[in-house]
């Protein structure tokens, strides 16, 4: 499995994310003085402060709700031309209040979408060892 598509390019704070992606897990950066989520996660906790936060991505349930959203209409990066339409979604995830994602919204622009419309993670798998986070509604 191939893609035309832009494929990421994990570093050494970035591994441990797609390795999970990978295997369809979603997960998130968890600070190990606060517990606190930052996305992405940088040299300074967003919640306590701490330049040392010692981040460990951990699973996350995937669960959250619409905060906005674009449809897609025209693409300038290769590899998404036969995917437009498509709608990018900014997904709050249910485990902490302002912890975002943005992903493809894998169930298309049709239908109605709304602020707090429930999502779910799903994935698309862009070759067989990477694998990008994308969402779905909600059943």
């Known amino acids: 499995m ?8 994990p570093d050494a704070i970035s591994a441990p994310y797609w390795a999970a992606a990978a295997d369809h897990v979603l997960t ?3 600070c190990a003085r606060c517990s606190g989520f930052a996305m992405p996660p940088d040299s300074v906790c967003p919640h306590c402060g ?3 936060p010692e981040f ?8 959250g709700t619409v905060r906005s959203w674009t449809v897609v209409r025209q693409s300038f990066l290769p590899g998404f031309q036969d995917l437009l339409p498509f709608v990018l979604v900014d997904v709050e995830l249910e485990e902490q209040p ?3 994602m943005i992903g493809r919204l894998l ?3 049709d239908g109605e979408l709304r602020v707090g419309t429930p999502v779910v993670a799903a994935f698309e798998d862009l070759t067989a060892e990477v694998s990008v986070p994308a969402f ?4």
């Open 2 to 9: 191939t893609t035309a598509r832009p494929v990421p390019v």
């Open 98 to 100: 302002e912890l975002r």
């Open 107 to 109: 169930d298309g622009a």
């Open 136 to 139: 779905e509604r909600a059943p």
């Open 50 to 52: 701490s330049t040392d």
């Open 56 to 63: 460990e991505f951990v699973p996350v349930s995937g669960r």
């Open 28 to 30: 998130a950066a968890r």
